[in-house]
T-cell receptor, first 113, second 110 residues
Framework: KAGVTQTPRYLIKTRGQQVTLSCSPISGHRSVSWYQQTPGQGLQFLFEYFSETQRNKGNFPGRFSGRQFSNSRSEMNVSTLELGDSALYLC????????????FGSGTQLSVL | AQRVTQPEKLLSVFKGAPVELKCNYSYSGSPELFWYVQYSRQRLQLLLRHISRESIKGFTADLNKGETSFHLKKPFAQEEDSAMYYCALSGVSNTGKLIFGQGTTLQVKP
């Protein structure tokens, strides 16, 4: 099976712009979670989607949003980018049915200038 | 508040020495605890979870509710164990929401 695929691998944006990141989960996985990783804050949970519905949300401002499509692929969007949004954004998928084992993608490295 | 603390940023040991990566948590209920590992140039992956009570690659971890700890141990470190290790907590079952510690880099010297 192919692993979790995230695109693009790298992104450079300027303050005030918006960005969309994409995540394709492992085939058969219906849940997708997003995490932000920074040197200062470590790994922080953004949100989780299952069956096109947001099931959990972390403590991030409304500029961070996401969605999931019927094929379980997910996108996250960050609007009005700030310098502090520079981070590695990781996507993770899992089988539901009581499984907490997360399978992570390689991430998208976002740099905001 | 839910929190996971890994007090050591870097742990350096010689090959064959015992290893203990510390993890303490703060949670009022009954959490589920995990250890994730990231080897160089690889993705973050699950190493083990307390509910499974298993040993993976020689590593074990016991949940101590009294001390609110979930330390990762291995009796004899190998060079291939060198990696970044993250302790993580889930407050509810069947969720993709994990609270991660800051991580500990394990360096095993030859």
């Amino acid at each position: 099976k192919a692993g979790v695929t995230q695109t693009p691998r790298y992104l450079i944006k300027t303050r005030g712009q918006q960005v969309t990141l994409s995540c394709s989960p492992i085939s058969g996985h219906r849940s997708v979670s997003w995490y932000q990783q920074t040197p200062g804050q470590g790994l922080q949970f953004l949100f989780e989607y299952f069956s096109e519905t947001q099931r959990n949300k972390g403590n991030f401002p409304g500029r961070f949003s996401g969605r999931q499509f019927s094929n379980s692929r997910s996108e996250m969007n960050v609007s009005t980018l700030e310098l502090g949004d520079s981070a590695l954004y990781l996507c993770a998928s899992r089988l539901t049915q009581g499984s907490e084992k997360l399978f992570f993608g390689s991430g998208t490295q976002l740099s905001v200038l | 508040a839910q929190r996971v603390t890994q007090p050591e940023k870097l742990l350096s040991v010689f090959k064959g020495a015992p290893v203990e990566l510390k993890c303490n948590y703060s949670y009022s209920g009954s959490p589920e605890l995990f250890w994730y590992v990231q080897y160089s140039r690889q993705r973050l992956q699950l190493l083990l979870r307390h509910i499974s009570r298993e040993s993976i690659k020689g590593f074990t971890a016991d949940l101590n509710k009294g001390e609110t700890s979930f330390h990762l141990k291995k009796p004899f470190a190998q060079e291939e164990d060198s990696a970044m290790y993250y302790c993580a907590l889930s407050g509810v079952s069947n969720t993709g929401k994990l609270i991660f510690g800051q991580g500990t880099t394990l360096q095993v010297k030859p």
